[in-house]
C-alpha cells in the first residue's frame, strides 16, 4: 500500500508541485497516519500469539468473543441486532484479527433474516441456530445448529457439546488445555461418560449463576472425577468481563 502510494505521487509530482502549502500538509499527515497504522498492526501482528478468550455474563448464556494466534475471531452472542452484526464484520484497520467464524441469536427474526444477506460474512455463520450456504444451482440449503459442530484453526478448536432450552453448551481445546462452558445447562443433561471425559480434561469450567457454580461442585464431588490441581469453577455474575488468556500450557486471567 505504502509503495503504491509513493508510485501514484511520483508520476503525478508536477500537478502536485503546484498545490498550495496546506494541501501538502494535509497528504503528509494521512500520510503518517497511514504508515503509523501499517506498523502498529505489524508490531501487534508479531507481539501477541496467545489465545485470548473474552467471557460476558447474559441473559441466555455466556457470551464468548475468541482471538486466536492464527488471527482469527470466534464469536458466540445473544439478544444481537443488526446493526451490531454489521459492526462486528466490518474490518478493523486497528485489529489484525478477522472475524472467521459466528454463532448469533437476534433479538428479532426478521433481523436474522436480513443478517444472512449481509456482504460482509464469516467463514462460518449461523443466525438463530440456522446456516445456510449457496448451491451451484442458485438454491439455498439450510444446516441446523447441533451438538457435535465444531470449529478447528490449527492448535484451537470449538465444539459445540450440548443444547438445552436454548442453551449452548460449549468446549474450548488449546494445546493441552481445555475450558468447558456448560451455559447454565444442568450436569444431569449430559450424557454421562462423555461428561466425564470432558470434566476430567477441563482447567476451568466459567458459570454465571451461584445455584449453577453449586450443581457442578456438588456434581465433580459426587462423581469423585479426578482434574487438573489449578482446576476451578468460575464465578462470573459479579463481573462485566472475564478475559482470559493462554499460552496452550496454562490459563491466566
Known amino acids: 500500500m505504502i509503495i503504491l502510494a509513493i508510485s501514484v505521487i511520483w508520476l503525478k509530482r508536477w500537478p502536485l508541485i503546484r498545490f498550495e502549502k496546506k ?17 502498529w498492526r505489524l508490531v501487534l501482528n508479531q507481539a501477541d500469539q496467545r489465545l485470548r478468550i473474552s467471557c460476558r455474563p447474559a441473559a441466555d448464556g455466556i457470551q464468548l468473543e475468541i482471538r486466536t494466534p492464527a488471527m482469527n475471531r470466534i464469536l458466540i452472542g445473544s439478544e444481537m441486532t443488526l446493526r451490531r452484526a454489521e459492526e462486528l464484520f466490518e474490518p478493523n484497520p486497528l485489529m489484525n484479527h478477522k472475524v472467521s467464524a459466528a454463532i448469533l441469536n437476534f433479538k428479532k427474526p426478521w433481523m436474522s433474516e436480513a443478517a444472512r444477506k449481509l456482504t460482509r460474512q464469516p467463514l462460518v455463520f449461523f443466525a438463530d441456530d440456522q446456516r445456510f450456504s449457496a448451491e451451484p444451482d442458485g438454491l439455498l440449503t439450510k444446516t441446523l445448529l447441533t451438538p457435535g459442530l465444531q470449529i478447528n484453526q490449527g492448535d ?69 472425577i479426578p482434574t487438573f490441581p489449578e482446576f476451578q469453577v468460575v464465578f462470573l455474575a459479579d463481573q462485566k468481563e472475564l478475559l482470559l488468556y493462554s499460552d496452550g500450557s496454562r490459563f491466566w486471567f
Open 156 to 224: 484451537f478448536s470449538l465444539t459445540l457439546v450440548q443444547k438445552y432450552l436454548g442453551s449452548k453448551a460449549w468446549l474450548i481445546h488449546y494445546k493441552q488445555l481445555s475450558l468447558f462452558i456448560p451455559n447454565d445447562i444442568p450436569p444431569e443433561r449430559f450424557p454421562p461418560q462423555i461428561l466425564r471425559e470432558i470434566v476430567a480434561g477441563a482447567s476451568m469450567i466459567p458459570v454465571q449463576d451461584l445455584e449453577t457454580q453449586r450443581r457442578w461442585q456438588e456434581y465433580l464431588k459426587s462423581e469423585k
Open 23 to 39: 494541501t501538502w500538509v494535509n497528504a503528509g499527515l494521512i500520510s503518517l497516519a497511514l504508515i503509523t497504522i501499517s506498523l
